[in-house]
């Protein structure tokens, strides 16, 4: 099972709660945090991409937040082994082919093949206006970043210069050296809609889902198999096979009582009213349905895609079901991130272990 940490690089991470907590958007958290899942034998460092407008989500998530591009990339000169992803929305800017190869290139240098990139799209209408335009229509985008990807892919792996003339975006003599160690960076993508899961299947290594149903685990449990089926299906249907990874936020105690209590002061502290995203309006297939099953104690929990709650023991046999599922690694969410990934990496760590998850 691929281990991943979600850092905190916005404000009030996934969670709308003053409760009292570490959690921090600083660099310096987070590259703590980055060492700290590299300590510990994680697998993979990932940050979120959001371009929120003043006040963002609620007093907590307040939209203060430093860039996934440049923070996780920078974290390649003070990490060795960990992969690094940063999310980046290629369709924004917009971004050229060209730089995105040449950047890429150069973080897969400096990382020593460890950097990758989690392309998106943008599902948050606001964003889109903050650079100019309407947003563009949602499956409308996903031919664009193929198109985007299809270039970039072809700089990374071309010898000769490049003539291009395509719908969007145009080159003549373009090159791009020294190549990426390993082909290319490593591809993921974030999605749960047909053609979301069309383009991961074409491009991507790893494909980030969410929860069909709710972030309730016993909800989700019950339908991811056939969605994680489904996406993995249609990579092989193109040729290719992928991972499928799923962000738990774990609210962990050293007990299962201590745990709920946890989960319950966290609610206790919410500043949410709006729900998932508040008042910012989302065309997202990937979170359609937490409104439709969550409840506004789980918004007010927050997190990422599904919630777990309870002591070590109860935490591993969720890791352990969602494997069973067919998930291939999480990446995991906390409240307060430093104390938390440090109980999860004395208490859960060892009994992932003892089942086989880990090495
Ligand atoms: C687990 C997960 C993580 C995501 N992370 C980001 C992100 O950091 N920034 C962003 O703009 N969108 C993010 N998205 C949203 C997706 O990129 C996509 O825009 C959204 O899910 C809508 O596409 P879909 O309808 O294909 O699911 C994420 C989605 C999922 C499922």
């Known amino acids: 099972m691929m281990l991943g940490l979600f850092l905190p690089i916005q404000a009030g991470g996934w969670t709308g709660s003053t409760l009292q907590r570490t959690t921090t958007w600083t660099f310096d958290y987070n590259a703590a945090l980055a ?55 290629v369709l924004y800017g917009p971004w050229h082919p060209l730089h995105f190869a040449k950047f890429g ?94 383009f991961a299947a074409k491009h991507s290594d790893i494909v980030f889902i969410s929860s069909p149903t709710g972030t309730a685990f016993e909800t989700a449990i019950e339908a991811l198999p056939d969605h994680v089926a489904n996406v993995k299906r249609a990579a092989r249907r193109v040729g290719r096979e992928v991972k499928v990874i799923i962000n738990p936020m774990v609210i962990i105690g050293e007990t299962e009582d201590a745990a709920n209590d946890y989960a319950e002061a966290i609610i206790a502290h919410s500043v949410t009213e709006g729900g998932v995203f508040g008042h910012i309006k989302s065309d997202a297939h990937a979170w359609a349905k937490r409104k439709e099953y969550d409840t506004p104690r789980q918004r007010a929990l927050g997190g990422g895609n599904l919630q777990i709650i309870g002591g070590p023991e109860q935490v591993a046999e969720s890791i352990a079901r969602l494997k069973e599922a067919g998930i291939d690694g999480v990446q995991l969410s906390f409240f307060d991130f430093a104390p938390d990934l440090a109980l999860f990496g004395a208490r859960v760590l060892p009994l992932l272990k003892a089942r086989g998850l880990r090495l």
């Open 35 to 89: 060492r700290q899942a590299e300590d510990l034998g994680f697998d993979i460092v990932f940050g979120l991409a959001q371009f929120l407008p003043k006040g963002g989500y609620n007093a907590v998530q307040n939209g203060t937040g430093i860039d996934s591009f440049i923070t996780v990339g920078a974290l390649a000169a003070i990490t060795s082994r960990i992969l690094l992803i940063s999310t980046v929305h």
């Open 105 to 198: 290139a150069t973080l897969d240098h400096i990382s020593k093949g460890r950097w990758g990139v989690n392309v998106v799209t943008g599902h948050r209408t606001v964003e889109h206006e903050m650079f100019g335009w309407p947003q563009i229509e949602h499956d409308r985008r996903y031919e664009l970043a193929d198109e985007f990807l299809a270039v970039v892919q072809h700089l990374w792996a071309a010898d000769e210069n490049s003539l291009y003339a395509g719908e969007s975006w145009r080159m003549k003599g373009a090159y791009v050296t020294p190549k990426p160690l390993f082909g290319r960076p490593v591809i993921v993508n974030a999605t749960g809609s047909g053609a979301g899961i069309d």
